[in-house]
C-alpha cells in the first residue's frame, strides 16, 4: 500500500514526493517555504512540484491499482486501520503541526482538525460493509474500484479533507494521488493533476476548472465547494443559546470554514436584542496566538485572505449595512470579529463567502419569509433552525435547500453524508454513501431455471 506513512520524526524541510512507496527526488530544484500566519516565520518548505513530478506519480498509482484493486478487502481494511493507528498515535504532533501551518488555536486544533478527522477516518472504516455485495434477484450488485483518485486539498482543514477522500478511496481498493494546498502542504507528501476520478474541495471557480478539466476525458468528479450558510431563528426559540451557538460556528477557524453559519436571520422584533447578545459574545474571543491555551481565534491563512476580509466589509458597509462590532485591523494576518446588520439579500455580505471571521444579521418575517431567505443565494451547504419545538423546527428544515441542516444545536454527526445541493458541490464525503464516490457499481446476472432470456427467439 503506498501512502502508509508515520509522520513521527519527520523533518518540516522536505526535498522529496513520496511516490509509490519511496521518496523520489522532484524534477524541479525550486523549493516552497511554508510559513506560519501566526508571525510570518518559516517552519518548513517543500519541493515545487511540476507537472512531470504529477506524471511520475500518475503512472506510480496507475501502475499499483491492479495489486491494489486484487487485494482482499479485509486486507485493505487492516491496512487503512494500521494507518490510522500510526496518525492517532502521532495526534499531538500533527495538531501543533497544523495548528502553525493554518493558525488554529491549538485547542481546536487538538479537538478539531485532528481529532474529528480520526473520528472522520473511523466511522468511515466502520461502514466498509457498504462494500459488499448486493443480491437482487437473479444478479448480484458489486461495488468496483473507480480507478486512481486525485484527491486536491485546500488549506484550511486539511487532515479533515485529506483524510474525508483517502480512507474511503483505499478502502474501495483505488490508488491515490494527493495535492495538498501549497500553505499547508506539511501534512502530506503527494502531488497530482490527472486522475480516472477526481475527488476536489475549493471554491467554487476553481472546482468549475477542474469539472472543465474533467469533462474533457469524460472523468468522474466529486466537488465539495463553497457555502454561505444561514442559522434560522424563529420566534419560539431560545435567542441566547441561538445567537452564541451560530457565532461560535460562525467564527470556527476565524471564520475560514466552507460550512460556516455567516448569515444570522433573526425574527424582526427580536433583532435588537440578537444584535446585543451577539456583541456580547464576540467580546468574549480572544484573538491571538494560536499556542497560546486560552486563544479562542487565530489569523488568517494569508495577506491575501486579510486583504480580502477587509474589502468585504468595506464594500458590506458602502452597501448599507451597519457594523453592529465595526471591523477592526490588527497587527499582522490577525482581523477581529466583526459583525453587521441591516443585511439585505442584495448586498454582497449576503451573497458571497467571505471567508473569515464576519457574521451579517437578517430580519425575518415568520417562518416562509425565514425559508425563503436561506434559499436566496447560490449555495447550499450547511445551516442551522433553532426553535424549541422539533416538530416545528423539521417542518422548516425540509424546506431549506441544503445539504446538512442542524436542529437546536444538534451535534456534528461523522457518520451522516456530507455535501451541498446548487454550487456548493457534487456527491457528499463522510457516511457510508462517501464509499460510493469511489466505485463503480456492476450488475451481475446469472441464469434463472426456467427462466427466459429477452435474447431467446419468439
Known amino acids: 500500500m503506498p501512502l502508509i506513512s508515520s509522520i513521527t520524526g519527520s523533518s518540516s524541510d522536505h526535498r522529496e514526493h513520496w511516490i509509490g512507496g519511496a521518496w523520489i527526488p522532484p524534477k524541479s530544484p525550486d523549493v516552497d517555504p511554508v510559513s506560519n500566519p501566526a508571525d510570518g516565520s518559516v517552519i518548513g518548505s517543500v519541493p515545487r512540484g511540476t507537472a512531470a513530478d504529477a506524471e511520475t506519480a500518475l503512472a506510480s498509482a496507475t501502475a499499483a491499482l491492479p495489486g491494489w484493486s486484487g487485494t482482499p478487502r479485509d486486507d485493505r481494511l487492516e491496512s487503512v486501520r494500521k494507518w490510522l493507528r500510526l496518525i492517532e498515535a502521532d495526534a499531538e504532533f500533527l495538531s501543533a503541526l497544523i495548528s502553525r501551518e493554518v493558525g488554529t488555536p491549538i485547542a481546536l486544533s487538538r479537538n478539531v482538525q485532528v481529532g474529528l478527522a480520526i473520528d472522520i477516518a473511523r466511522a468511515c472504516v466502520d461502514s466498509v460493509s457498504r462494500l459488499d455485495d448486493e443480491r437482487r434477484g437473479n444478479s448480484v450488485i458489486r461495488r468496483a474500484p473507480a480507478g486512481v483518485v486525485a484527491a486536491i486539498i485546500p ?261 451522516a453524508p456530507f455535501g451541498g445541493f446548487k454550487e456548493s458541490g457534487i456527491g457528499r464525503e463522510c457516511g457510508p454513501e462517501r464509499i460510493d464516490a469511489f466505485c463503480e457499481l456492476q450488475a451481475l446476472h446469472y441464469p434463472v431455471a426456467g427462466g427466459r432470456s429477452v435474447r431467446a427467439k419468439a
Not at 483517502?166 to 494546498?181: E, I, N, Q, W
Not at 467554487?204 to 469539472?211: D, I
Not at 416545528?392 to 437546536?408: C, D, F, K, M, P
Open 155 to 415: 488549506w484550511n482543514v486539511p487532515l479533515i479533507l485529506t483524510l474525508q477522500k483517502v480512507v474511503p478511496a483505499l478502502l474501495a481498493g483505488c490508488t491515490v494521488v494527493l495535492k495538498p494546498s501549497e500553505l499547508t502542504p506539511l501534512h502530506a507528501a503527494h502531488l497530482a493533476r490527472l486522475a480516472d476520478l477526481v475527488s476536489f474541495t475549493g471554491s467554487v471557480r476553481a472546482g468549475r476548472s477542474v469539472a472543465v478539466a474533467a469533462a474533457a476525458n469524460l472523468t468522474r468528479e466529486h466537488l465539495e465547494l463553497g457555502g454561505k450558510s444561514a442559522s434560522l431563528v424563529l420566534d419560539d426559540a431560545d435567542l441566547t443559546q441561538a445567537v452564541a451557538a451560530s457565532v461560535g460556528q460562525a467564527l470556527f477557524n476565524s471564520g475560514q470554514a466552507c460550512l460556516q453559519w455567516s448569515r444570522l436571520i433573526v425574527p424582526r422584533r427580536l433583532v435588537r436584542e440578537a444584535e446585543e447578545l451577539a456583541r456580547t459574545v464576540t467580546a468574549t474571543y480572544v484573538v491571538g496566538d494560536p499556542a497560546a491555551p486560552d486563544t479562542d481565534l487565530g489569523p488568517l491563512i494569508s495577506a491575501g485572505a486579510k486583504a480580502r476580509v477587509a474589502r468585504a466589509c468595506a464594500r458590506g458597509m458602502a452597501q448599507g449595512a451597519r457594523a453592529v462590532v465595526p471591523p477592526r485591523d490588527m497587527d499582522g494576518l490577525y482581523f477581529a470579529p466583526t459583525v453587521f446588520s441591516d443585511v439585505t439579500m442584495d448586498m454582497d455580505l449576503a451573497q458571497e463567502e467571505i471567508f473569515g471571521p464576519v457574521i451579517s444579521i437578517t430580519t425575518h418575517d415568520g417562518d416562509d419569509d425565514a425559508v425563503r431567505l436561506a434559499n436566496s443565494t447560490r449555495y447550499g451547504l450547511h445551516g442551522s433552525v433553532w426553535s424549541s419545538s422539533d416538530e416545528r423546527a423539521t417542518s422548516v428544515v425540509r424546506r431549506v435547500r441544503a445539504g446538512q441542516l442542524e436542529i437546536s444545536g444538534a451535534p456534528f454527526n461523522p457518520v
